[in-house]
């Protein structure tokens, strides 16, 4: 039995498995790895543009940012890698997926379960009455009314994308949840992500020292490979994911 057709088995055995995903999974959605050559911190500055303190002192600045990345995310697609979770999620292996990721894709393809752990570049919040608004609504209106950048409808302050900025914590029922996932697992696939961004990085960690099963699913070796991961998968995960997919269909 090879590694693909043991973390196969180990999924189909599992009573929970989750999953932990990061921006590698959508990298082959058209989504560059921010931190990657040609990402977006190449271009800009993550510590004048991506900081609360920078929304905060030049919310302009900032959303001339956010509208370049708006446009990467609005125009990505899911792919195999994405479908494949979901469809792990029909099939009752997967229970639930905690992502690093903002682009929404995971709810796109079809999944149900989503703890999203640096928010949603889809939504939008007040800083000040903390109302949350839909970002492609919010958007049209305020094109629509030319102004620039959106501002909320309640009291007129910018609006911010609800997603995690340098500065700011975790939101506490996300990492609640994520925490409460790893600690229930039995396996951990963990896809497109070298984990080493605290504190999603400690997610495989806790689920290992309770006894899960950690599954590695990336192009590259990571700091997972030797010294977390039971079995380690390498190769892009829109490839990999579906014949796991595959193989659980097999059985």
Not at 206 to 216: C, D, H, K
Request: with cysteine; glycine share 8%; net charge negative.
């Amino acid at each position: 039995m090879n590694d693909l057709e043991r973390a196969a088995e180990l999924l189909r055995r599992s009573k929970w498995a989750v999953a932990l995903t990061g921006a590698g999974i959508s990298v082959e959605s058209g989504i560059p790895d921010f931190r990657s050559p040609g990402g977006l911190w190449e271009k800009f500055d993550p510590m004048e543009y991506a900081t609360i303190d920078a929304f905060r002192g030049n919310p302009v600045k900032v959303w001339n940012m956010l509208i370049e990345m708006g446009d990467v995310v609005r125009q990505a697609r899911p792919n195999a890698g994405h479908f494949a979770l979901a469809e792990m999620e029909k099939l009752g292996v997967l229970k639930s997926i905690v992502t690093q990721n903002i682009d929404n894709m995971h709810q796109t393809a079809g999944s149900r379960r989503v703890i999203e752990f640096h928010g949603n570049v889809r939504k939008l919040v007040c800083l000040f009455c903390h109302r949350e608004f839909d970002a492609g609504a919010i958007e049209a209106d305020a094109a629509a009314a030319g102004e620039f950048p959106p501002r909320c409808p309640h009291d007129g302050h910018i609006l911010k994308p609800n997603v995690v900025f340098f500065g700011e914590t975790i939101p506490v029922k996300a990492s609640i949840e994520a925490n409460q996932e790893a600690e229930k697992c039995d396996v951990m696939l963990v896809a497109g992500t070298s984990a080493t961004v605290y504190p999603a990085s400690s997610l495989p960690l806790l689920a290992g020292e309770r006894g899960a099963t950690v599954i590695e699913v990336n192009l590259v070796e990571t700091g997972l490979t030797h010294y977390v991961a039971d079995i380690s998968l390498h190769g892009s995960t829109g490839e990999i994911l579906p014949r796991l997919v595959e193989l659980l269909k097999a059985a």
